[in-house]
C-alpha cells in the first residue's frame, strides 16, 4: 500500500481489478490544493450487470459456507484494518481532507464494527413457536441471507460505513454490490483490497466506484434483493422511487439537524469542548448526526458561548496530513459555495449573528476548500440557517428558558436522526429523552455509535437500523416452517 500517495483505484468485480470502466472517469481533486489527484474509473450499468452474474454465481456456496468460517474471515479482515490503520487514515485525509486525527478514529470504528458483526455469524437462531394446536402442530423460524443486497455509501467517512453495512450484511451469508461515492475512492480502494486478502470470496463482495448511473442499476437489477443507502433525502426519493416498481425493502440513513440541550446542572466546560470536536473538529462539522444546533439554557448562555469562542479560536486549520491540525477542509468547491451562501442568506436575514467566521479561509488556505471555523448566536430556530444541514465546521446556538421551550425547539424539525441532552439530573434525562423526537437520543457525551446498539432516524432521517441486532437482521428474512401431523381435515364419520 502506498503511504505518501494516493492508491491507484480500480473497479472491483469481485477478486478481478479493472483500471477503466463503462461509466467513463472522474477527476480528483486534493481537498488542500484542488489540483487533480487522480483519475478514478467509474463503473456504469454495464460493470454492475457483471458484478450481479458474479455475485448470483457465487451465492448458494457463500449461503452455504459455515458460518464459523464467515466468522474468521471477517476477523481476519479487523486485523488488517488495524495494521493499516495508518494508511488507511491517509487515505481518508486524501479522500475529502478527513484530519489524520479524525481518520484514525474512523478506522477504529470500522475495526470495531467488523468485529462485532463478525461475532454475530455463528450465533443466529431462529425461534420455537408452540402453534397452540390440540392437534400438536409445531412451527419454527429460519433466518436466511436475503441474497444480494446493494449498499450505497456517501463520501463523508466511507470506511466507517464499509464497516457497518458490507460486514453485517457479509456476516448475513449475503453478497453484496457496494458503490462508494467517486468523490471519495480511495480507503474503499485499500478496503476491497483487504477483503480479498482477508478471504472474502471472488464474486460475494464488488466495491464499485461510480455516479447516479451505477447507482440506479443496482437499485433496479431485478437479481439485487434489498438496498441499503446513506445519503441525502434527494437521492432516497429517487431510490425509493425506483425500489416502489420491484417492491424492493430498503434501510434509508439520510443526515439531521441534530439538537443538544445543554442544563446549568451540567459539566459546563466538557460540554462545550463536546460541542466543538463534534461540529467544528470532526470531519470539519460534514456529519449526520452532529450536534449541530446546541440548545443552551438562559442561565448559562452567556457563559456557554464565551467557553465555544475560546475553545474554537484554539483550532488550527489547514492541511489534515498536519498531525497538529484540527480542522480541515470541506469535500468539494460546491460545498464550499453552499455553505458560504447559507451563511450570507443568514447575514441578510437578520436571522443570526456570527461571532466567528462565517466565510471562506484566506491566505495560504484560499486556493483550498476551507471554511473558517464559524460560530453562530443567538440563532433564529425557524430560519434555514436552523433548519438546513450547514455541513461544515459550523455551530449554531440558540437560547431557551425551560424544558418545554427546549422540546419544543429540538423537535421543530423534518429530521429527526440524534438528539442529546448536557444534564447531570437523572430525571430530567430519562423524561426528555422520551419526548424528543430521535432515533437516538445521548446524553452527557457526544456522537456515539456504537456496534452493539441499534443506529437509524424518524421522519426525513429515514428508516431501518445499523448496529446491534437490529443491524444484522435488516439483511436477513425470517422463513417460518411449520410441521403438521397428519390429520384429516374432515374427520372420520362414526357410521
Partial sequence: MMTSAAPAVHLHLGHEQRSSGSGGTHAHLHPVTQSVQADIPLAGTKEVEEAVAKAEGVREAWRRTKPEARRDILNRLADL?????????????????????????????????????????????????????????????????????????????PLISLGMKVCAALAAGNCVICKPAEITPFAPE??????????????????????????????????????????????ARKILAA??????????????????????????????????????GCLSGQGCALPTRQLVHADIYDDFVARLKAIITQFKVGDPMDPTVAVGPVINKAAVDRITAMFDRARADGAATFLLGGGRCGGDLASGNFIEPTLIVDADPDHEISQVEI???????????????????????????????????????????????????????????????????????????EGGKAGIDEFLHY?????GVGAPIFPKQEA
Fill in 243 to 280: 425500489c416502489a416498481e420491484e417492491i424492493k425493502p430498503s434501510v434509508m440513513e439520510l443526515g439531521g439537524k441534530s439538537a443538544s440541550l445543554v442544563f446549568p446542572d451540567c459539566d459546563v466546560q466538557a460540554a462545550a469542548e463536546r460541542a466543538v470536536f463534534w461540529t467544528v
Fill in 81 to 157: 484494518l488495524e495494521e493499516n490503520r495508518a494508511e488507511l487514515a491517509h487515505a481518508a485525509a486524501l479522500d475529502g481532507g478527513t484530519t489524520l486525527m479524525v481518520g484514525e478514529r474512523g478506522v477504529d470504528t470500522a475495526v470495531g464494527w467488523t468485529r462485532y458483526y463478525a461475532g454475530w455469524c455463528d450465533k443466529l437462531s431462529g425461534e420455537l413457536l408452540s402453534t397452540f394446536d390440540t392437534r400438536g402442530e409445531l412451527s419454527y423460524t429460519v433466518p436466511e441471507p436475503i441474497g444480494i443486497v446493494g449498499i450505497i455509501i456517501t463520501w463523508n467517512g
Fill in 479 to 483: 422463513k417460518t416452517v411449520t410441521i
Fill in 391 to 465: 455541513f461544515g465546521p459550523a455551530v449554531v446556538v440558540i437560547k431557551f428558558h425551560d424544558e418545554d421551550e427546549a422540546v419544543a425547539i429540538a423537535n421543530n424539525s423534518e429530521y429527526g436522526l440524534a438528539a442529546y441532552i448536557q444534564s447531570n439530573d437523572l430525571q430530567r434525562v430519562h423524561r426528555l429523552s422520551e419526548r424528543l423526537n430521535a432515533g437516538g437520543v445521548y446524553n452527557n457525551g457526544g456522537f456515539q455509535i456504537n456496534p452493539h446498539t441499534p443506529f437509524g432516524g424518524v421522519g426525513i432521517s429515514g428508516f431501518g437500523k
Fill in 190 to 235: 485499500l478496503f476491497a483490497q483487504l477483503c480479498a486478502k482477508a478471504g472474502v470470496p471472488d464474486g460475494v463482495l464488488s466495491i464499485l466506484p461510480g455516479t447516479a448511473e451505477a447507482g440506479d442499476a443496482i437499485v433496479r437489477h431485478k437479481k439485487v434483493r434489498k438496498i441499503s443507502f446513506t445519503g441525502g433525502p434527494i437521492t
